[in-house]
């Protein structure tokens, strides 16, 4: 089968990193239509997406340009690529790769068209080998092209901001929208540690503010949050709580141990009205006065070992208001609530942003000990893009599967609708047959409520539907105790 190349990677310009990326991707292209494995060679959406991502980490990062190309490409094509069943993906799109940059890396530069005229000799196979690094330690053609396009001093800097704003602005309002954990990853491993992710998070956040996707920041994050701290304690639970259950205490990440009377500090939470309406009914029967020993409080005991992954929606649905507060200001806030529940267990948790595509804000780590971190983090999440699950049920099962942890669970906070609805169902019966449990927290009416129930029924989870925002650390830490 023969397939058109996508019009964005042709007619490249002399002597320009977009254009030497563009002839990697054209290659890349090539390869993968005459592979005997592939099936299709990807969208022309995702070529766009590699060529703005790889250029925009180049500029901003420079270094091992070649292994940047390959990883950052990959990830972008990775979804659109179909291949032969049983086959490595990644593998095949490492090889396309590394065989572009090896054809490339010794010619001249010349216009784009004229290198990409010459399509013959193309193979199929295993052909990684043949793309090494440079044993000499020269940085080549591709090394020498970044170093003469960022240049020195403020001309650098500048040329930075203008590409990541062509990567921002280009994109903003469409589906395929560039989220927080996509872009860090852009620069820094997705299970790097917290810690150095956060380096490259403050390196970036003066353009997240510049670029109005994030208010004026702070040093520890922006200051509208101060005026949010009552925000998730005002909305009443009511009739603004629905909640499902699909799994018992027995096999959910904490159980309850026992009850004692209540003491001065206890949260209401944590009260047995069963036991204490029945306590009050016999000392009204019998004409008695209360006392707190007629309150009855459930004690709770968290396993010892348990890995959590909470699952994000930023789709841009999210920078709708509610109140006052945009979404997305106030799922913040419950999330920082909900970090200093857990910083209190023994708890590991990891973060996945979805929009489009899902990536890995952080990994495992344990809550108490890298808890500002996390918050920190959380503050510069913003929203944009469309709406893919499934693409961050995949996320959380590779975490998972890395996991030695006897408990594992995942919880999913969306507003909206998801494509590949039948993807999300096979994600959670994979996670479930790792012995996964699964949580769904629908905000709002928009939210695909049939299939977030369907997915908490399969992964032994529960389904919890919040008119309000408001409610989003009520319903957390609801989750977290299996109520």
Avoid at 13 to 28: A, H, Q, T, W
Avoid at 309 to 321: A, H, Y
Wanted: charged share 25%; hydrophobic share 40%.
């Amino acid at each position: 089968m023969v397939y058109k190349l996508p019009r964005v990677l042709v007619n490249v310009e002399d002597y320009s990193i977009e254009g030497f990326v563009s002839m990697v991707l054209s290659r890349v292209y090539q390869y993968l239509s005459n592979h005997k494995d592939v099936l299709s060679p990807g969208s022309v959406r995702s070529y766009e997406y590699a060529l703005r991502d790889i250029i925009a980490n180049i500029m901003l990062s420079g270094g091992d340009v070649e292994e940047r190309i390959i990883r950052v490409g990959v990830e972008n094509l990775y979804t659109s690529v179909n291949v032969n069943g049983g086959v490595d993906k990644r593998r095949i799109l490492e090889e396309a790769f590394r065989y572009a940059l090896y054809l490339l890396e010794d010619m001249p530069r010349q216009r784009g068209s004229d290198v990409d005229s010459n399509s013959e000799g193309f193979v199929k196979g295993n052909v990684g080998s043949r793309a090494q690094a440079n044993p000499s330690g020269d940085r080549g053609n591709v090394g020498n092209l970044v170093d003469q396009e960022m240049g020195t001093g403020s001309e650098s800097s500048d040329e930075m901001a203008n590409v990541i704003y062509d990567v921002f602005y280009g994109s903003v309002g469409t589906m395929n929208f560039i989220n927080l954990a996509q872009l860090i990853n852009m620069f820094i491993n997705p299970m790097a540690n917290i810690r150095e992710k956060v380096k490259v998070l403050r390196k970036l956040g003066k353009y997240l503010v510049s670029y109005g996707l994030l208010p004026i920041q702070g040093k520890g994050g922006s200051r509208v949050f101060k005026a949010l701290d009552n925000v998730a304690r005002e909305a009443s639970m009511g009739s603004a709580f629905r909640v499902s259950r699909f799994t018992e205490h027995s096999n959910y990440p904490t159980y309850i141990t026992g009850v004692r009377e209540y003491r001065i500090g206890d949260p209401a939470s944590s009260i047995d009205l069963d036991k204490t309406s029945m306590n009050v009914a016999k000392k009204t029967l019998m004409n008695k006065p209360l006392s707190t020993r007629d309150i009855v409080v459930r004690e709770y005991a968290d396993v010892k070992l348990m890995d959590l992954v909470l699952c994000l929606d930023t789709s841009g649905s999210m920078k709708e208001f509610s109140g006052v507060y945009t979404k997305m200001e106030i799922a913040k806030e419950a999330i920082v609530r909900y970090l200093k529940y857990l910083s209190k267990t023994s708890d590991r948790l990891s973060m996945i942003l979805f929009n489009f595509r899902a990536d890995i804000l952080w990994g495992p780590h344990p809550v108490k000990v890298y808890v500002s971190e996390m918050e920190e983090m959380t503050r510069f999440i913003y929203p944009g893009g469309g709406t893919n699950i499934a693409s961050a049920l995949e996320k959380a099962r590779v975490i998972l599967s890395r996991s030695s942890y006897p408990n594992k669970h995942v919880i999913c906070i969306t507003d909206g609708r998801t494509v590949n609805a039948s993807s999300c169902i096979r994600e959670t019966v994979r996670l479930r047959r790792m012995g996964v449990t699964l949580s769904t927290i629908a905000v709002g009416d928009n939210s695909d409520i049939d299939l977030l129930m369907r997915i908490s029924k399969i992964g032994n989870g529960l389904f919890i539907k919040i008119n309000d925002i408001s409610n989003l650390d009520k319903a957390l830490i609801m989750d977290k105790l299996g109520l």
